[in-house]
């Protein structure tokens, strides 16, 4: 599959720090997980969608966050997860505020359109956007998959206190 070029998952002008990149030790070490991104949205923050597509999952009932081992196994985090049919690409954004959501099941979204509100819910020690995006596997369902960014920022070359914008 192509690399699909998608925007970050925020506003363009506004610029935030990663807090974790590629296999990041907190939590990033499953092939669910290994290319998710951490920014550093706060509570409040707008997220956009990373490009056109349609919304196929959205949990925004949490209210609570914890960093136990329960937390970690039975996680409870607000979600939105985008299919993008140009690039059969899957993009997740986590930890959304309680009723975070602005769209709902179905809805179909432009690049760049706002689609939720950061938060702090599930496993979590911080308020932030947890950005994933996956493909579908023969053996595992959805897997995480590397990306790059229209602006040229490859997903991989993000560390830990970068700035992006
Ligand atoms: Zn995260």
Do not use: C
């Not at 999952?57 to 960093?67: A, I, L």
């Not at 956007?129 to 960014?149: A, Y």
């Not at 490859?154 to 970068?162: H, P």
């Amino acid at each position: 599959m192509k690399k699909n070029k998608i925007a970050l998952p925020f506003p363009k002008g506004k610029e935030y720090n990663i807090i974790q990149g590629y296999n990041g030790k907190f939590t990033y070490n499953t092939i669910f997980s290994q290319y998710a991104i951490d920014f550093n949205l706060n509570i409040g923050d707008t997220i956009t969608s990373a490009d056109n597509g349609y919304v196929v999952g959205v949990v925004e009932d949490y209210k609570d966050y914890g960093t136990s081992k329960k937390w970690r196994d039975n996680d409870k985090s607000n979600y939105i997860t985008i299919y993008h049919p140009n690039s059969g690409l899957y993009t997740q954004y986590v930890h959304l505020n309680h009723k975070g959501a602005l769209v709902k099941l179905g809805d179909y979204v432009l690049k760049g359109q706002p689609i939720g509100i950061a938060g702090m819910t599930g496993f979590t020690t911080t308020p932030h956007l947890h950005f994933n995006v996956k493909i579908p596997s023969d053996k595992n369902g959805l897997i995480s998959t590397d990306i790059e960014f229209e602006n040229g920022i490859k997903g991989k070359d993000l560390k830990k206190k970068d700035r992006v914008n």
